[in-house]
Nanobody
Framework: EVRIVESGGGLVQAGGSLRLSCEASRFTFDDFDDYAIGWFRQAPGKEREGVLC????????YYADDVKGRFAISSDNAKNTVYLQMNSLKPEDTAVYYC?????????????WGQGTQVTVSS
């Protein structure tokens, strides 16, 4: 089964930056670059929501309007890793951030999930 591991979370002050990494492995019948990879987040007491997704062709889909201009997603296929660069962080960005495969296009539906990484933004 595909294994997803997120890293890079932590505590940061408002206005600061973090870069999250999502490394995928253990593909059996296909490759990392066949998958769309999405970032999702779940804040305390709220439902999980999509943040950003990158398709196999490099197309980018924003699921959350409030991260436009602040967050960016990129992919390094040689490392089977997708990054989420988060700038100008706000306290409301505090959440557990998850990475997931989404099939061949950015559907908003995760297939294989990581364990999540905590991001806490202090005011």
């Amino acid at each position: 089964e595909v294994r997803i591991v997120e890293s890079g979370g932590g505590l940061v002050q408002a206005g600061g930056s973090l870069r999250l990494s999502c490394e995928a492995s253990r593909f059996t019948f296909d490759d990392f670059d066949d998958y769309a990879i999405g970032w999702f987040r779940q804040a305390p007491g709220k439902e999980r929501e999509g943040v950003l997704c990158i398709s196999p062709t490099g197309g980018i889909t924003y699921y959350a309007d409030d991260v436009k201009g602040r967050f960016a997603i990129s992919s390094d296929n040689a490392k089977n890793t997708v990054y989420l660069q988060m700038n100008s962080l706000k306290p409301e960005d505090t959440a557990v951030y998850y990475c997931a495969t989404e099939g061949s296009y950015c559907s908003g539906d995760g297939q294989y999930w990581g364990q999540g990484t905590q991001v806490t933004v202090s005011s």
